[in-house]
C-alpha cells in the first residue's frame, strides 16, 4: 500500500473475500442467464428458521418473515406505520447515525436515553428510560442489540428490563440485531423475542445475513413481525413504495450462507478475535493516549480520543490527514461520541498493522507539535 494511500477503517463491511459456497450459488445463478422479478424460494424461509433455532434457539415463524433490501428502509417503513407527525422515538445514544435520519424521515422527535459511559464500559440508564418512556408520545424505541458503535452485548437482565419498561408504557421495540452472530467469546447474544413471551406482540426483529458474511451489497434483510395486524400493515408499505421484490441473487447467497457457511462464520469470528487482541495490545503499548472500548461484538471498535485534546469534524480530519487512515466520525453517533471515533478491523491483519503504525505516528507528531508550543 502506498504511503499516500488512505487505509479505509470506516464503513462496517470486511475486507474478506466471501464463502466459496456464496461464490458457487452466485456463479451458478449467473450462468443461468436469466435475471428477471424474482422471489423468495421455500429454503429461503427454511434456512432462516434453522439458523435462528440452532444459533439462538429462537423458534421463529415463517409467516413473521418479511422483506427488506436493508435493515434502514425497513426501519424508515415500520416507523411510517407505527408513528405520526410529532411522535416521539427513543434512541439510546452514542448509536447508528442512520437511526437518527430514519426519525427524522417522518417528522418524529428523537428522545435520547443516552448510556452511561462508567469506568469504560457502557451501561443502560433505566431510571432515564423509563421517564423516556412514560411520555405518552412516545410510541416507538430503536434498540441496537448488539449495540453499534460500542459493542455491547445486552444481557438476559438487561433485556427484560427494556422489554417490561417498554411493555408497561405501550411503547413498541425495534430491535435491530444486525450484529447477532459477530459475538465474541464469554458472550452470548439473547433475541430480544426470547427474553419475554409479550414483547413479540409489541416488537420488530431486523435481521441480515449481510453483516456475518459480508453480502451487504446483494441488499437482502430481514424484518420478523409476530404481530398480525402490524405484519399486514408493512407489508402493504413494501407494494406501495414498490419494494416487494428481492435482489435475484441476494436470495441465492442467503440460501447459501444459512445452509453451508457457519463454518466460514466460526473462522471468521476467530480471525476477528485475533485483530482485537493484536489492536488492544498495541494501543495499550504504544497509543496509551486513546483508550479502546472494549467490544463483546461487532467487527467495530469505539475509540476514545479524549486525552488527545480534539474533538468532532477536528478530531476525524488530523487522522484522515496526518495518518492517512479513515474512520467514523464518533460525533455522528451522538452528542456524547465527540472524543471519539469508531474503527472497522475486518480486514488483512498486515493492513491492519499498518494503520495503527501509522496511528501511532501521527499521535507522536502531535505531542511534538505540542511540545514545541510550550
Not at 410510541?139 to 438476559?156: D, F, Q, Y
Request: proline letters at 5%.
Amino acid at each position: 500500500m502506498a504511503d499516500d494511500e488512505v487505509i479505509p477503517m470506516c464503513i462496517a463491511d470486511m475486507d474478506f473475500q466471501v464463502a466459496p459456497e456464496i461464490i458457487e450459488a452466485m456463479e451458478k445463478k449467473a450462468k443461468h442467464g436469466i435475471y428477471g422479478y424474482t422471489t423468495f424460494c421455500e429454503n429461503y424461509y427454511t434456512s432462516i428458521i434453522k439458523w435462528w433455532k440452532k444459533r439462538f434457539q429462537l423458534q421463529i415463524e415463517r409467516d413473521w418473515i418479511c422483506f427488506s433490501p436493508g435493515i434502514i428502509p425497513g426501519m424508515n417503513l415500520l416507523l411510517q406505520v407505527l408513528t405520526k407527525p410529532g411522535d416521539k422515538v427513543i434512541v439510546q445514544e452514542p448509536v447508528y447515525y442512520p437511526f437518527y435520519s430514519s426519525i427524522e424521515n417522518h417528522q418524529c422527535e428523537i428522545v435520547t436515553n443516552s448510556l452511561l459511559f462508567v469506568d469504560g464500559h457502557y451501561e443502560i440508564d433505566f431510571a432515564d428510560l423509563e421517564e423516556k418512556a412514560s411520555d405518552p408520545l412516545a410510541k416507538a424505541m430503536i434498540l441496537c442489540s448488539p449495540h453499534n458503535p460500542v459493542g455491547r452485548v445486552w444481557t438476559e437482565e438487561e433485556l427484560k428490563k427494556i422489554a417490561e419498561i417498554c411493555l408497561k408504557h405501550d411503547v413498541w421495540i425495534i430491535s435491530d440485531e444486525m450484529h447477532g452472530d459477530l459475538v465474541y467469546k464469554g458472550n452470548r447474544h439473547l433475541p430480544l423475542f426470547s427474553v419475554n413471551p409479550d414483547i413479540q406482540n409489541r416488537s420488530i426483529l431486523c435481521a441480515a445475513p449481510s453483516k456475518t458474511f459480508n453480502i451487504a451489497g446483494l441488499q437482502t434483510s430481514i424484518i420478523m413481525i409476530p404481530n398480525d395486524k402490524l405484519r399486514e400493515q408493512y407489508q402493504k408499505k413494501l407494494f406501495q413504495f414498490g419494494m416487494m421484490r428481492p435482489n435475484v441473487f441476494g436470495v441465492e447467497a442467503t440460501v447459501a450462507a444459512y445452509t453451508s457457511c457457519e463454518y466460514w462464520l466460526e473462522d471468521l469470528l476467530r480471525y476477528l478475535e485475533g485483530n482485537l487482541t493484536f489492536v488492544e495490545e498495541y494501543f495499550k503499548t504504544n497509543i496509551p493516549e486513546i483508550s479502546l472500548i472494549h467490544p463483546e461484538a461487532t467487527h467495530l471498535i469505539w475509540m476514545d480520543c479524549s486525552k488527545l485534546g480534539l474533538k468532532g469534524e477536528q478530531l476525524f480530519q488530523y487522522f484522515l490527514k496526518e495518518a492517512k487512515v479513515k474512520f467514523d466520525e464518533g460525533y455522528k453517533f451522538g452528542k456524547s461520541g465527540e472524543s471519539f471515533l469508531r474503527m472497522n478491523i475486518a480486514c488483512p491483519r498486515d493492513r491492519l498493522k499498518l494503520a495503527v503504525e501509522r496511528i501511532r505516528e501521527a499521535v507522536r507528531e502531535m505531542q511534538i507539535k505540542e511540545q514545541s508550543y510550550r
